[in-house]
């Protein structure tokens, strides 16, 4: 099975970059992209963000499950937003011109093209995400989040999240196989029933294992005297280069191009309805 969020070891520059830099730059692009309603705007970002991950060399199946997962999110989000508020794109835009239907439950342009922005931020977001999970190494990332001021605590509990979710995946994989051996069927062959039960018989050894885990992690950090100092320093952490600060420097133009759009459109929205 292929690893989540699993961090390889690539030869390309953006795995040679500072995690610091990195988690600066995704979260002012991803900031100003959430902030940001201009269509125009999120359009070029999210082509900058797949141009951006072409270089990093990551495969398809690598990141399919993740961007599965975020495609049924959306659909799920923009299909309840059309539901419980099919009108809010024509408060936002001002404007009404109706596609179809008639009252309060009548499809609008307005409506349509305030869904689309949202699809497009879900959209841009995902390839930075994935950028910053698979081409940093977990303990660069927690020093990363140290240097920027989170706690060195809440930060290495990052670290040890990436590196763990492997490891659970494996182990589930793992049970699902002896389970199979067993006789439970939980292929798409089997009733509905017979997949949930076999679930449940894989979940349940899954949390016990990783329950374990988790004590025997907490008792190696203990035994370590993890937590008694209020600062501590990073194996992985590293310097900055030209190529960080060529990082911040881009996504601050890009941020500043944004807020540009903001101020000339009068504020967050670009309304093409007026």
């Known amino acids: 099975m292929n690893n989540l969020f699993g961090y390889k070891k690539r030869d390309t520059w953006l795995n040679h970059t500072t995690g610091t830099a990195k988690l600066v730059g995704f979260l002012l692009l991803t900031t100003i992209g959430m902030i940001s309603y201009d269509t125009r705007f999120l359009l070029g970002l999210g082509l900058f963000a797949v141009v951006l991950m ?6 398809y ?16 989000n923009l299909v309840m937003i059309m539901v419980l508020a099919p009108q809010y794109g024509t408060q936002l835009y001002g404007t009404r011109h109706v596609l179809f239907g008639s009252g309060y439950w009548s499809i609008t342009q307005e409506q349509l093209f305030y869904e689309f922005n949202l699809l497009l931020k879900y ?3 995902l390839p930075f995400a994935i950028i910053l999970l698979f081409t940093t190494n977990p303990s660069e990332f927690s020093a990363g989040l140290n240097k920027i001021g989170v706690p060195y605590k809440i930060a290495y509990a990052f670290a040890i999240t990436l590196r763990y979710i492997p490891d659970v995946q ?33 979940i349940l050894p899954l949390v016990f294992t990783s329950l374990d885990r988790i004590e025997t992690i907490s008792q190696a950090m203990e035994l370590r005297r993890f937590g008694r100092q209020k600062k501590r320093s990073w194996y992985q952490e590293q310097s900055f280069s030209r190529r960080d600060v060529s990082v911040l420097v881009g996504s601050v133009i890009i941020v500043g191009i944004g807020i540009a759009l903001l101020l000339s459109n009068g504020g967050r929205l670009y309304n093409p309805f007026k």
């Open 61 to 76: 199946h690598e990141y399919a499950l993740m961007l599965n997962l975020v495609l049924v999110f959306a659909v799920i």
């Open 54 to 59: 072409q270089t990093t060399q990551i495969k």
């Open 170 to 202: 494996s182990d589930y994989h793992t049970i699902s196989l002896a389970q199979q051996a067993r006789g439970y069927e939980i292929s798409k062959k089997a009733s509905l029933k017979a997949r949930a039960k076999g679930a449940v018989q894989i």
């Open 123 to 125: 959209l841009f977001s």
